[in-house]
C-alpha cells in the first residue's frame, strides 16, 4: 500500500469516529436503588435518587410476581430490569435537569451488558417541558455471561416529534425497557452519541498522522 493511500485511511477512520458524553453510568450509588413492582397490575413504582428515578411498571401477569428495576450499588454499577415468570411490563429510567444538546449531539446510546430472552425492546425519549420527542423501538439481542457487550445508538433524525422540541432547554429525558415474560436484562453506560467538533478532528487526525510518520522513520 502506498504511503498515500496508508494516509488516506487513516483519515477515514477519524471521520468515522464519533464519541459519547455520560448522562448516567450508574457507579457511585450510596446503596442499592430499587423499584419492585410485586402486588398490583398496571401501577408503576418508583424510586428517586438525585436526578434519577427508576420504574417498574408490571402491565399483565399474576399478584405476587414480581418485576423490578434496580441500580446496583457497586464502584462499577449497572441497570437490572427483570420480570417473573408470565409477567410482561416496564422497566427503565427518567432523569430530570437542563440539557443543552448541540448539533453535534446526534442521539442517545446505552450498552446492553446482558439479556437472556429475545423479545425485549427499549425505547427513548426526550422532553423541553412543552414538547416529547421518541425513539422507535430497538430490539434487544441475546447477550449471555461472558458475551461482549452491544452498544445500541438511537439517532435524534429518527425520533417521532424531534423538530417541536427545544434541544437547547431539554429538562428531562430518559430510556423505557419493555420486557418479554421472564426477561431480565443488563445495561449501562447511558449517554449521548457526539459527533465531535470540526477543531477536535483536525487535532486527532493531526496526531494520527504525526504517529504514522514517526512509524515510517523508525521503520
Known sequence: MTRVLKLALVLAVVSALSFAATI??????????????????GTAVT???????????????????????????????YFTGSSGVGTAGTTGASYIGMWSLTSFDVGFS????????????????????????TSPDYGLAVVAPGDPSQLIVALFS???????????????????NTHVANGDLALDNFGTQVIPEPGTYALMAAGLVGLYFVRRRRA
Open 158 to 176: 429518527g425520533f417521532n416529534g424531534i423538530g417541536a422540541v427545544n434541544m437547547s432547554a431539554i429538562t428531562s429525558l430518559g430510556f423505557v
Open 47 to 77: 424510586d428517586t435518587q438525585g436526578n434519577r428515578t427508576i420504574f417498574a411498571n408490571k402491565s399483565a401477569g399474576s399478584d405476587g410476581i414480581f418485576l423490578d428495576s434496580v441500580v446496583t450499588a457497586l464502584a462499577n454499577g
Open 24 to 41: 448516567d453510568n450508574f457507579n457511585g450509588a450510596a446503596s442499592a436503588q430499587i423499584a419492585r413492582d410485586s402486588v398490583i397490575d
Open 110 to 133: 446505552i450498552e446492553l451488558i446482558g439479556n437472556d430472552l429475545p423479545g425485549s425492546k427499549i425505547a427513548f425519549w426526550l422532553s423541553d417541558g412543552t414538547n416529547t420527542a
